[in-house]
């Protein structure tokens, strides 16, 4: 504690604060105009010089640490005067007019709107940008755009030009903010004290008149916001500026696709399709109908020929309803939802060798290893935010191995980067654990005390040389052990991995052989070291959780052991029948079995591998109910009932985010005509069909209270403690601080885990003579999925449509050029694209994004699945391209 006199009134203010800290703290307000608490302090602007009892002359506040004993003022005479002068300068050059800022602020504070003379500058707008507008004769050149885009974001776009007795601040394209290298994170504009940089919503909606704190709906990253509202409508968004995920950062999509809330196509009631025509109807008879067609068809074909898939998009809350309703009042175990398409292998992986199947730490663990390994994640696009951590952390001298196909933008800051051929990774794993071993660099320490397996293990691994695995993933010899000893020896090391992992026919055990380099190397169980699959939905940890999963109860519990503590709470009985997933509901979808399936928030159609024989799975359906925002392509092509759902926005509840932080979901909106929240809708059809009494809730908090009971590793997050900030499970109790790293003493299933030795398993999508090319499938940075929510915002004019991304040797030799467009022929069927000529995929691979029904790429994509999970194999498709041959050329293959 530091005694301090600011103003005549002795304080006393926590170590580490700068002076300026302290002031704010007090309430004193001094202005300030080049600080922002996200950056370094500069002390450029002068505005909050403070006087300091002894120090000579007056000092910046924002860049004095304080100390003990100051003595500081803040409103002598001689500083206002020095500020007012300042301010004066600073209006000269300003246009006068109308406007709101910190900088209008403070003119007006010290009487200075007469002062405002500078003259508009056309040339320097620039109206190009779909979120941004920039007027450079607004900035007062605190810099705060450029140091946050460099050192929040990492994207260096704003660059300092001096252009003779002027300084301008221009981005790197020379050009306009649009055509630069500018990710449109908002920082910038987030920042800018003057207006030089303003978001475009509030210059055409008006600014907000109130903010409301929730939690992002779009990855798995969590992080916070204020969603800014004005005669209920949502003009804004803003980070929230002490979230422990985002710190006062997000990315396109969270900052600036929300316009999909007011969409013109928003579903606002239920519509029934009868005789191929949508007929809108009421909610009653939507729900009685929904009801009475369930209840027909389980009593026809049982309950296990209905099937519900719960949604990563919606709450815990809603999903936890799901599959309460799928057990006991369907009667069935048929429940899944999107996790099985994505990190259901990484899942399964941890929970069978590390006894808990989520991330072992938190995203602050970024700035504590000295290693990042970053395994099939394409960190920067598809998480943003962990994306821009991971490159400061690169900036500031953590160690950066990249093990991806193609070259993301983190292997530009990455001291190793291994492109191996899609689906070796398994392969390569073994190597690197073959280095650690053969090189001596095991730690013993941790082996002897908490790992099992490891003469079986040295044994199996003896013969994965880096020699051996280097021609058929692609990758040098040399490379894979430089890799290997930065991770075993630069620690604590961390890694963090996507879907380049999982979406293959070996996903589970690939993800078994990073966490056997984790167990040798000890890097497990320590802030800064661990295993962190990058979830990717907003809620998609939190919908497997709640149990929107074939096999587990709440809480991840198979359902044998937990079946007699749920009966209790639930009163009623669980199913006895093994649970199908949803690919194997597929396959019971065309085989008559499954007759039902309710589809919330999903859609299956658009985003399931080998798209025609998913559409003739659910055409085959008797009933397909979707419960979404928008008709989505499923429920346009083929559902008989939609249910109109409320957004994030417009609802109460919670998301659990990739690093097990249950966070607050709250309502800012509501919902437009007669959307509900899923969980209301849910409620109805329970009660419809005879059983209101276990699905009583009248509020998501409600709800969440019997999760609670159910789940003992969550019973200490109470929403009384969601007010004050997230907590990450386990908590089980109230006084319970919330886990930050998971297996710190010994493992959630005993004290010790056991290396696994594994085998990679062939997958039918291996290029060949007809199919020479392997198509990888992902995602790009501000289209979003199923696209349903981003494609009705302007990221579609950022990203309006899925590209074919081919090398530059590639295109060469074929004889492609950029834009044109080409035909895509798989095994299983045939999409049109046009080429991006690109310096990121290797030769012989080829890369596209799912995002749109226009393309519509999952027509390519084949049947092979994860051996364990079912998890398709998304990212290894055989493919061969055609040139959409224009008359009198010759075709090319
Ligand atoms: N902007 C944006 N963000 C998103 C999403 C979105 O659609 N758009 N979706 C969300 C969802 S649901 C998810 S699951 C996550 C997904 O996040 P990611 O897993 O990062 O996304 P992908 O683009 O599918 O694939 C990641 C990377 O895997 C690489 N890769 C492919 N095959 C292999 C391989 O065999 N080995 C290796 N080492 N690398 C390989 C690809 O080159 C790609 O760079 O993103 C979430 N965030
Ligand atoms: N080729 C290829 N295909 C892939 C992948 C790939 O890498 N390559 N990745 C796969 C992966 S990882 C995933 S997760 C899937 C994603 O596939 P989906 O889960 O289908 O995709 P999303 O766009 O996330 O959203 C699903 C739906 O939720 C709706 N929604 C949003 N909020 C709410 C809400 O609060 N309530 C309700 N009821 N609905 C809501 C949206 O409008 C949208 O229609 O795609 C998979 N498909
Ligand atoms: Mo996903």
């Given at each position: ?374 395994c ?25 191995v990249v093990i991806d ?9 990455a001291?190793v980067h291994l492109a191996p051929?899609?689906?070796?990774d398994?392969?390569l ?44 993933c692609?990758v040098a010899?040399?490379d894979i052990?430089r890799a ?410």
């Open positions: 504690m530091l005694r301090v006199v600011l103003n005549d009134a002795p304080r006393e203010i926590d170590e580490g604060a700068t002076i300026l800290d302290a002031l704010r703290r007090a309430g004193i307000h001094v202005p300030h105009l080049c600080h922002d608490d996200r950056l370094e302090p500069v002390g450029a602007c002068r505005l909050c010089v403070v006087e300091v009892d002894g120090a000579g002359r007056p000092v910046a506040a924002c860049t004095t640490p304080l100390a003990d004993g100051m003595v500081v003022r803040t409103h002598t005479p001689a500083l206002e005067a020095e500020r007012r002068t300042l301010l004066r300068l600073l209006a000269e050059r300003y246009p006068p007019g109308a406007g709101d800022n910190a900088f209008l602020r403070e003119i007006r504070a010290y009487g200075l709107e007469g002062a405002l003379a500078g003259r508009p500058r056309p040339e320097l707008v620039d109206d190009a940008h779909p979120y941004i507008r920039v007027d450079m004769s607004r900035c007062i050149h605190c810099y705060r755009c450029e140091r946050i885009c460099n050192d929040v974001q990492g994207q260096f776009t704003w660059r300092v030009w001096d252009r003779g007795a002027e300084t301008r601040i221009v981005p790197d394209s020379g050009t306009t903010l649009r055509e630069s290298s500018c990710v449109s994170c908002g920082a910038c504009a987030d920042s800018c004290p003057s207006g030089a940089l303003v978001d475009r919503s509030t210059l055409a909606l008006g600014p907000a008149t109130r903010w409301t704190r929730t939690t992002c709906p779009y990855c798995g990253v969590g992080c916070e916001m204020h969603v800014g509202t004005r005669d209920g409508r949502l003009v804004a968004v803003r980070p929230v500026l002490d979230a422990p995920v985002n710190e006062g950062h997000l990315c396109s999509k969270g900052r600036y696709a929300f316009g999909f809330v007011d969409a013109a196509d928003r579903v606002t009631a239920p519509l029934v399709r009868e005789d191929g025509t949508w007929r809108t109807v009421s909610w009653d008879d939507a729900v009685r109908h929904v009801a009475a067609r369930l209840q027909e068809i389980v009593a026809r074909h049982g309950p296990d020929a209905v099937g519900v898939l719960g949604s990563a998009r919606a709450t815990n809350e809603e999903n936890y309803v799901a599959q309460k309703l799928a057990r006991i009042v369907l009667g069935t175990n048929n429940v899944d939802c999107c996790a099985r398409v994505c990190h259901a292998p990484s899942a399964a992986a941890l929970g069978a060798m590390l006894g808990t199947g989520a991330a072992t730490n938190s995203f602050a663990d970024i700035e504590r290893a000295r290693t990042i390994l970053v099939g994640s394409n960190t920067t696009a598809c998480h943003p935010v962990v994306g821009a951590r991971i490159k400061q952390a690169a900036r500031r001298g953590a160690k950066l196909a193609r070259r993301i933008e983190l292997a530009d800051y001291d051929r899609p689906g070796t398994l392969m794993f073994n190597a690197m654990a073959h280095v650690v071993l053969a090189e001596g660099l095991v730690d013993e320490a941790f082996v002897a005390e908490r790992v099992d397996g490891l003469d079986a293990f040295r044994d199996f691994v003896g013969a994965w040389t880096p020699e051996r695995v280097a021609p058929e692609g010899a040399d052990r290997a000893r930065l991770y075993a020896t630069e620690r604590p090391a961390m890694s963090v991995h996507g879907l380049g992992l999982t979406e293959h026919v070996h996903g589970t055990d690939t993800v078994m052989a990073l966490v056997n380099l984790a167990l040798l190397t000890g890097n497990l169980g320590r802030p800064g070291a661990g295993i962190n699959p990058l979830r990717g939905q907003n809620n998609v940890q939190g919908a497997a959780h709640m149990g929107c999963e074939p096999r587990n109860l709440t809480g991840m519990v198979p359902i044998d052991e937990g079946r007699a503590r749920f009966e209790q709470v639930w009163r009623a009985s669980i199913p006895a029948t093994r649970g199908l997933d949803l690919m194997e509901m597929m396959e019971a979808a065309r085989a008559g079995r499954l007759r039902a399936l309710w589809a919330i928030g999903y859609d299956v159609l658009l985003t399931n591998p080998e798209a025609e024989r998913t559409r003739a799975a659910l055409a085959a359906l008797e009933l397909l109910v979707v419960q979404d925002l928008f008709p989505n392509e499923t429920a346009r092509a083929l559902a008989h009932v939609f249910l109109p759902a409320a957004a994030s926005f417009e609802k109460d509840g919670t998301f659990m985010n990739g690093e097990r932080r249950i966070q607050r979901v709250r309502r800012a909106l509501d919902p437009p005509g007669g959307a509900r929240p899923d969980w209301e809708i849910l409620c109805d059809v329970a009660r419809a069909m005879g059983r209101g009494d276990g699905f009583g809730f009248g509020s998501a908090e409600g709800i969440w209270n019997e999760v609670r009971a159910v789940w003992p590793a969550g019973a200490g997050i109470g929403y009384a403690r969601l007010e004050q900030a997230g907590l990450q499970w386990p908590c089980p109790g109230e006084d319970h601080r919330g886990t930050e790293v998971l297996h710190r003493h010994e493992f959630a299933h005993g004290r010790r885990a056991t290396l696994r030795c594994l085998e990679p398993r062939v997958s039918s999508e291996l290029p060949s003579d007809e199919y020479p090319f392997v198509l990888i499938t992902g995602r790009d940075l501000h289209q979003f999925n199923a696209a349903t929510m981003t494609g009705r915002t302007a990221n579609a004019a950022l990203r309006p449509r899925d590209v074919l991304e081919v090398s530059v040797a590639d295109g060469e030799r074929l004889g492609v050029r950029d834009g044109e467009p080409v035909r895509v022929e798989s095994r299983h069927g045939v999409a049109v694209l046009p080429v991006a000529l690109s310096e990121r995929v290797p030769a012989g691979a080829l890369f596209t994004t799912f995002h749109t029904a226009e393309a519509f790429v999952n027509r390519l994509t084949g049947a092979g699945l994860d051996a364990a999970t079912h998890t398709p194999e998304y990212k290894r498709t055989a493919v061969r391209i055609r040139r959409e041959t224009p008359p009198g050329r010759p075709r090319a293959r």
